[in-house]
């Protein structure tokens, strides 16, 4: 048995057979011909597979939008039958024995590197242009799917990285737990693992090269431990310890229709965040109060399409009548970008993080934007919708945005078509520059909705989703506190509404600390709401007021997390 340590993102206790992947290895055997007939056989597959993907590219270049587009896809198409590319790898297939798989990777990583050497300013285009239809090649020859991750059982997933879009793309169901060698508590992954409700470890460094697809595995994703090929007596540990806790789940849900109100009577909201309706059920069986973020991108990353106006409004009117008596529904217009990279949108920005995204991303692609608002304006007759914009930067940019969406109002109305005209609009405040503006932010919206994920990455200048800077991400960095208090202070000075949609806001570390900053709306995902409203229900606001202030006048965050570690570590003694 081996044991790796890293860091619980969703808790659980999980004890299954394991798929193992890794995005920078082959998923194909580098067994070798066991004589010529073989040989021959796999050059034929190869032959046979170059023909398959010169078809699918000529068949993409007929619908092909723009003409960049055709011709890169005419590029790869040369590519695919470059002379010297077929020279290589029947070499590699003839005398090297290769089978067609690992030779088409060997002589695309070999094309790669003597253009490279040779001094030729290889872009980032040729590259993955080659490594392009090498996958397609191989796809084609191993009649895989070019996605490299495929679940046909329940397994627990083992793997270096993952996408946000590979994982929404997989059966649900049969994703027994999630473990990373990298990534981030705050990552979009981390978010979808919680959100789906899928015991998660991430920071195992070598897990995925450990782990051997079929093995046997054994997580507790309380403590981050990942065992490989467990004893018995620790799966049979693990597997009580799950009993167990399925045991204690039944009873907090017991609890999902009481009021989060404090012991001295400080009513909180809690609500959720979704990535889509797969999401409601969840949501109202743990008692939510309303939609706090609607991550409307990840509709576009599942199905890799573009919504329809129509098909937008089903989604978005479902959603509001699911709720219409629980609370408001907030839809956060897209915010395709960073790690949420959507089809279609290839770009090559050498910060991703900090171009061309969300709002940004909405108001470049206005045709894409305004049909997402008039679904919004149609959906909102059909329950109590709100609107938010994400990464909004300041007082400008919110003005053009506010002004769309004025415009599209406006066209909506001359339609004859009907829409709540009293939708509250909201903005994100998810940027340093919207804290620290936000007294002039909250003249023209409704209500906020701090985004503590990107606000922490972008005031501390920390990506997210890097687990070598991990432990410099911190909710409860001092500046963080300031914003947060700032944000707060500035919202009820105009009176408008406040909430925190921020992984923060789940966290039951922070749930006091952020009560007592002024914030009295939570937004979390599903799974965490049963232990927040537990949590809330057995402090005091008094005391909360006193712990915000307190860590408000500390002046080292060692200090502020030693502080909150105490607190929390009380309730736990008193509860
Ligand atoms: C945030 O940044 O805190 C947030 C809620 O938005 P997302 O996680 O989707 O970027
Ligand atoms: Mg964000």
Not at 41 to 65: W, Y
Not at 301 to 319: H, I, N, P
Not at 406 to 414: A, Y
Not at 489 to 510: D, F, R, T, V
């Amino acid at each position: 048995m081996q044991v790796l340590q890293g860091k619980s993102i969703f808790t659980g206790y999980v004890c299954l057979k394991a798929l193992s992947i890794r995005h920078d290895r082959p998923v194909f055997s580098h067994e070798k011909c066991k004589n010529d007939e073989e040989c021959k056989a796999e050059l034929a597959s190869f032959r046979n597979a170059c023909a398959e993907v010169v078809a699918t590219l000529h068949q993409l270049m007929d619908k092909a939008g723009g003409d960049e587009e055709v011709s890169i896809l005419e590029a790869q198409s040369f590519m695919v039958q470059d002379p010297e590319f077929h020279r290589e790898i029947a070499h590699l297939i003839s005398c090297g024995q290769y089978k067609a798989a690992p030779a088409v990777e060997i002589a695309a990583q070999n094309f790669i590197n003597v253009l490279s050497s040779a001094g030729s300013s290889v872009s980032r285009e040729n590259v993955s242009d080659i490594q392009d239809i090498a996958v397609r090649i191989i796809s084609s020859l191993t009649k895989e799917s070019l996605l490299r991750v495929r679940l046909d059982e329940k397994s627990v997933l083992v793997a270096d990285t993952i996408l946000p879009s590979e994982l929404m793309s997989l059966n649900k169901e049969y994703i027994a737990a999630i473990c990373l060698d990298g990534g981030g508590q705050t990552s979009h992954v981390a978010i979808l693992a919680r959100a789906m409700n899928i015991p998660c470890i991430m920071g195992l460094k070598d897990a995925s090269s450990l782990v051997k697809t079929g093995s046997l595995v054994a997580l507790d994703a309380y403590t981050g431990t990942l065992y490989i090929d467990p004893d018995d007596e620790t799966v049979k540990r693990i597997n009580a310890l799950h009993e167990r806790s399925l045991a204690e789940e039944k009873e907090l849900s017991e609890d999902a229709v009481l009021p989060a109100i404090t012991k001295d009577g400080r009513r909180i909201y809690l609500e959720c965040n979704i990535e889509g309706l797969d999401f409601v059920q969840p949501s109202l069986r743990n008692g939510a109060e309303g939609v706090g973020l609607f991550r409307t991108e990840f509709l576009l990353m599942e199905e890799g399409k573009t919504y329809s106006e129509d098909e937008q409004t089903a989604v978005y009117s479902r959603l509001a009548r699911r709720f219409r008596s629980r609370g408001p529904v907030t839809i956060r217009t897209y915010d395709m970008g960073g790690d949420k990279i959507i089809k279609d949108m290839k770009s090559d920005e050498d910060n991703p993080v900090l171009g061309w995204r969300a709002v940004r991303f909405c108001m470049s692609e206005k045709e894409i934007f305004r049909t997402q608002l008039r679904a919004i304006l149609r959906s909102s007759t059909s329950g109590r919708l709100q609107i938010m914009f994400p990464m909004i930067s300041g007082s400008d940019e919110l003005d053009s945005v506010l002004d769309y969406f004025e415009e599209v109002k406006e066209e909506c109305r001359k339609e004859g078509i009907a829409f709540d005209e009293d939708m509250k609009v909201g903005t994100m405040i998810e940027v340093p520059s919207a804290a620290i503006t936000s007294d002039i932010l909250a003249r023209k919206v409704d209500f906020f909705s701090v985004g503590t994920n990107d606000l922490t990455q972008y005031t501390i200048a920390v990506d997210r989703g890097n687990e070598k800077i991990s432990y410099l991400y911190k909710e409860y960095h001092i500046a963080l506190l300031r914003l947060l208090r700032l944000t707060a202070e500035n919202a009820h000075k105009e009176g408008i509404g406040l909430s925190i949609c921020g992984e923060m806001a789940g966290n039951p570390l922070y749930i006091p600390l952020v009560i007592g900053l002024g914030y009295d709306t939570l937004s979390m995902n599903p799974a965490s709401l049963l232990n927040a409203r537990k949590l809330i229900r057995s402090i005091n606001y008094s005391d909360c007021l006193t712990l915000a202030k307190e860590a408000g006048n500390m002046t080292s965050c060692r200090d502020i997390e030693k502080l909150l570690e105490k607190f929390h570590a009380e309730i736990g003694d008193t509860e």
